[in-house]
């Protein structure tokens, strides 16, 4: 695997990173509700791919991406020190339970750890970044909940599986469902992952599919639409 992922306009090294390059990050950082925001929170920011994708979207927001583990961290500060947009983005070395803002966030977006079966048996860096107990669901919502504005969105990939359960426990901090966009790779395999935006305002839901592929590397015309302005063969 290259240690460098190079999009249309901004290259991502990622070899030192726990997680790498993955589509979660590209559909999350592509589809998540970013337009009206000034201030926006990338939460566990990793390589820093998602505060980027949302710097290229948003030419005029303030951009802040925190990131617990140090290697990852000092390689998304590199990341955005290359970029046309390192002035807008801010990178944080901080665990997310203990970040402090005088600001509120109108955009609030986060890729968190979902791998939560118990098997730690990776090494440290790895196995902080997949498992849930580095950032439990109930901190991840009841945290993004105070720290977002009166209109903002907090947006979220999570497992298909989970997104009930998440749903309710939005709620339960008041935060009310949008969006939601489930993911499946292609049209006869089992949805994997849902992507969900939520506001601090009650409405009527709005759902939708998203199939990545027709066949191998044969894109759908509706994943092209979303990630053409990122990939460089699209």
Known sequence: MSSVFQFKKFSVHHDKAAMKIGT??????????????????????????????????????????????PESFLQMQHNFNISSWKDRIQAVLVDFQNFESDILFDSIISNPPFYDDGNTNLDVQRSVARHTHSLPY????????????????????IPYENEENIIKLAHAHQLFLKRCTRVQGRVNTKIKRSLLCFSKVENNPVFNELIIEKDRHIYTEDYINLCKDFYLKM
Not at 40 to 67: C, F, H, P, Y
Not at 138 to 148: H, V, Y
Not at 149 to 154: D, L, R, V, W, Y
């Open 24 to 69: 979660d990050g590209v559909l999350l950082g592509a589809w998540a509700s970013i337009s009206n925001a000034k201030n926006i929170l990338d939460i566990g920011s990793g390589t820093g791919l998602i505060a980027l994708m949302v710097a290229q979207r948003n030419e005029k927001a303030l951009i802040t991406a925190l990131e617990i583990e």
């Open 138 to 157: 109930s901190i991840l919502m009841q945290k993004s909940a105070s720290l977002l504005s009166k209109e903002g969105e907090f947006n979220v990939i």
